[in-house]
């Protein structure tokens, strides 16, 4: 009951919202209009690129996204040439610090996201949700695809939604994911009605989610540079930020009787846990991995330079692990190269 409250005061809420936003939209395009100069501010919901690209296409010159100052933005390939990715379908590299775009091999492609979905479901639940929350494990963690990355969770289970997080993210696992959805939307396709209204909010408009995991679905999908705004949004939270940071997780779980359960797990970034090291004078802070037959190897990774500055780091769609990090490594190491 409570969950389905909080959604009725969301939605109600969301309404509200988008009112301010569009007359927040227009006072601005008034505002700047009024200064005689001609320029807007576009917004464009399911537009072939995300929302915040729309200022840097050709065809529209003259128009700024003026709400998105401080955010890397690209249209299309950038700098393609200087790395060789091969077969692998999509690469960014996003420096923070200057709100540049470095490198780009089709950052508006949709594709499948494994479990980079992960990053948008723990956004969603770290803004509508106290860490201390308690979630229960209903009948639908039971999930019997083969292959998918599970924690194990028994119908009735418990735990909190703090310890949920760190098992998500660190150790990806798919049962959790639905245990944190239906715990806050009260059912999962509630709960990505929440994901789609977040990943409009920030600009990730060329991107949509039918699930919390990632597990595969046709209507399922992101971007490279819509995985850079989520993961970006993301990282505003300090728990976020700690999590990703872990090479492992110890904790005690309830099950349904109150018995205790010990869980161990390691994360599934080999940079974070040691199997891999990145190039000289670029450390790996933290980041999210995601596999699956449909989607390939994915990872987005937060890093810093020698100097400290912040980057992005997302590729999608690998032939296969090897192939995944040597060419992380490449993108990596192209930070160097600037620095």
Do not use: W
Not at 39 to 68: D, K, L, R, W
Not at 88 to 102: G, K, R, V, Y
Not at 210 to 232: C, K, S, W
Not at 319 to 329: H, I, P, R, T
Request: hydrophobic share 40%; proline share 3%; with cysteine.
């Amino acid at each position: 009951m409570h969950s389905f409250s909080f959604l009725s005061t969301h939605r109600g809420a969301c309404f509200i919202k988008r009112i301010c936003m569009l007359l927040f939209t227009v006072l601005i395009s008034v505002s700047i209009c009024g200064c005689g100069a001609d320029y807007a501010a576009p917004y464009q919901v399911h537009n072939t690129i995300s929302a915040y690209n729309v200022g840097v296409m050709e065809e529209a010159a003259s128009t700024y996204p003026a709400f998105a100052e401080d955010l890397c933005i690209v249209a299309g390939n950038l700098n393609a040439e200087d790395i060789n990715m091969g077969d692998t379908e999509a690469a960014s590299l996003f420096d923070m610090n200057n709100a540049d775009t470095l490198y780009a091999k089709n950052p508006n492609a949709q594709m499948h996201p494994a479990s980079l979905t992960k990053i948008m479901t723990a956004l969603v639940a770290l803004k509508y949700a106290s860490p201390d929350l308690m979630l229960t494990a209903s009948e639908n963690v039971k999930i019997e695809e083969p292959g998918a990355q599970l924690m194990g969770l028994k119908p009735g289970d418990q735990m909190t939604l703090d310890q949920a997080l760190h098992v998500l993210l660190i150790y990806s696992a798919n049962d959790v994911a639905i245990m944190i959805a239906e715990g806050i939307g009260g059912t999962v396709d509630a709960f990505c009605d929440l994901m789609n209204e977040e990943a409009i909010s920030i600009g990730a408009t060329n991107s949509h989610f039918t699930n919390p995991n990632g597990l595969t679905q046709d209507e399922h999908y992101v971007t490279a540079y819509d995985m850079y705004l989520i993961f970006r949004a993301a990282l505003q939270y300090s728990l976020f930020n700690e999590i990703i940071q872990m090479p492992t997780y110890d904790t005690v779980y309830y099950s349904a009787d109150g018995t205790q359960k010990e869980l161990s797990v390691e994360s599934t970034v080999l940079y974070t846990k040691g199997g891999y090291n990145s190039p000289d004078q670029i450390t790996v802070i933290g980041g999210k991995t995601g596999t699956t037959s449909a989607a390939g190897h994915c990872l987005i990774l937060y890093t810093r330079d020698s100097t400290g500055s912040p980057y992005i780091a997302v590729i999608m769609n690998a032939d296969s692990a090897e192939v995944l990090y040597e060419q992380m490594n490449k993108l990596l190491d192209y930070i160097n190269q600037g620095v």
